[in-house]
T-cell receptor
Framework: LAKTTQPISMDSYEGQEVNITCSHN???????ITWYQQFPSQGPRFIIQGYKTKVTNEVASLFIPADRKSSTLSLPRVSLSDTAVYYC????????????FGAGTRLFVKA | DADVTQTPRNRITKTGKRIMLECSQTKGHDRMYWYRQDPGLGLRLIYYSFDVKDINKGEISDGYSVSRQAQAKFSLSLESAIPNQTALYFC????????????FGPGTRLTVL
């Protein structure tokens, strides 16, 4: 399975856009890129998934360049409640998929 | 009602004791997972199951065993608990689709003294 690399932590202020980049140099052709959010003492929650280019939902956007060796999660106008750990995962969802969570990126949003 | 439930939510036990953590789901998913989380280390996969007859070891299966009693139930056992198994344990489920979305339970906080 491809490993991912993310910044350990990031700080932001309310109302700002936050971009968290994940590196996945060994991504395979069948791999998707998935992001999760985790609050303290809770299980992770799915945010967004993509394969290439751009994906947007009501929570976030995911930007994936053509070589797919990295991806950027974009959180528009963050609030204090977006303070959490964000995990980037890469894996094949067609079969034999198992999840490897890294340490994630701890985002701290300040007032 | 929660789709993925875990029992107990908190447990304190002593070294050498046998402990079972249970997970139940009402989502009808085939795939179920057990993870442990330690501060600063993210989640690490212990075991996973793609259906009732399929059990696979994850990154850190030593000291643990699992049982998939039914599609909806996946139990994690610590045969002889040790202090470094003190952690937060999560169960998760996933449908067999092209989406990588996993649904996590609320977690079990286990302390081994």
């Amino acid at each position: 399975l491809a490993k991912t690399t993310q910044p350990i932590s990031m700080d932001s202020y309310e109302g700002q856009e936050v971009n968290i980049t994940c590196s996945h140099n060994n991504i395979a052709t069948n791999d998707y890129i998935t992001w999760y959010q985790q609050f303290p003492s809770q299980g992770p929650r799915f945010i967004i998934q993509g394969y290439k280019t751009k994906v947007t939902n009501e929570v976030a956007s995911l930007f994936i360049p053509a070589d797919r060796k990295s991806s950027t999660l974009s959180l528009p106008r963050v609030s204090l409640s977006d303070t959490a750990v964000y995990y980037c995962l890469v894996g094949d969802s067609t079969g034999g998929f198992k999840t490897i969570f890294g340490a994630g990126t701890r985002l701290f949003v300040k007032a | 009602d929660a789709d993925v439930t875990q029992t107990p939510r908190n447990r304190i036990t002593k070294t050498g004791k046998r402990i079972m953590l249970e997970c139940s789901q009402t989502k009808g998913h085939d795939r179920m997972y057990w993870y442990r989380q330690d501060p600063g280390l993210g989640l690490r996969l212990i075991y996973y199951s793609f259906d009732v007859k399929d059990i696979n070891k994850g990154e850190i299966s030593d000291g643990y065993s699992v049982s998939r009693q039914a599609q909806a139930k996946f139990s994690l056992s610590l045969e002889s608990a040790i202090p470094n198994q003190t952690a937060l344990y999560f169960c998760a489920t996933r449908a067999t689709t092209l989406n990588n979305e996993q649904f996590f339970g609320p977690g079990t906080r286990l302390t081994v003294l």
